[in-house]
């Protein structure tokens, strides 16, 4: 049975956290022997929080946790309740500098959705994806 964990990062709502959410993804699955899904890890990661930051006002948190069955969970909290956006296919946006998002994190993981979520008091929401690394 694989190592579980559960790491939450607390980020402003400042694209510089972007950067700082990428490299601790890429951190903390290297210090947990998973460097081989760092790539992915970070691009989904960056996606996640990149929507949270700039769709929304406030605070934010990226989630990092590795499940008993392997996968890995990440998720971005943010404050509006509302459902994010349906992604579109990349073919549809690759043209686009904006608008990708969803549909990378879409192509890239295993699963993906979203869910109502309280934190700090506030209402929100995750949106949240995983990979199956064992």
């Known amino acids: 049975m694989p190592e579980?964990?559960?790491y939450t990062l607390?980020?402003?709502?400042?694209?510089?956290?972007?950067?700082?959410?990428?490299r601790t993804v890429r951190l903390i699955l290297t210090m947990h022997g998973l460097i081989a899904f760092a790539d992915t890890a970070e691009l989904l990661a960056a996606e996640?929080?990149?929507?949270?930051?700039?769709?929304?006002k406030g605070s934010a948190a990226l989630r990092v946790r590795r499940f008993p069955e392997g996968a890995v969970w990440i998720g971005a909290w943010d404050g509006d309740p509302e459902p994010p956006d349906p992604p579109?296919?990349?073919?549809?946006?690759?043209?686009?500098?904006?608008?990708?998002?969803l549909?990378?994190?879409?192509?890239?993981?295993?699963n993906w959705g979203w869910q109502p979520a309280?934190?700090?008091?506030?209402?929100g929401k995750f949106v949240w994806c995983d990979?199956?690394?064992s």
């Open 48 to 56: 996640l929080a990149s929507n949270a930051v700039r769709h929304t």
């Open 103 to 110: 549909g990378l994190v879409m192509a890239c993981a295993d």
């Open 4 to 6: 579980t964990w559960d």
């Open 10 to 22: 607390y980020i402003p709502n400042d694209l510089r956290a972007v950067t700082v959410c990428r």
């Open 131 to 133: 990979l199956a690394v």
């Open 118 to 123: 309280t934190r700090f008091g506030d209402r």
């Open 88 to 101: 579109r296919r990349l073919e549809e946006v690759e043209d686009l500098e904006e608008g990708r998002g």
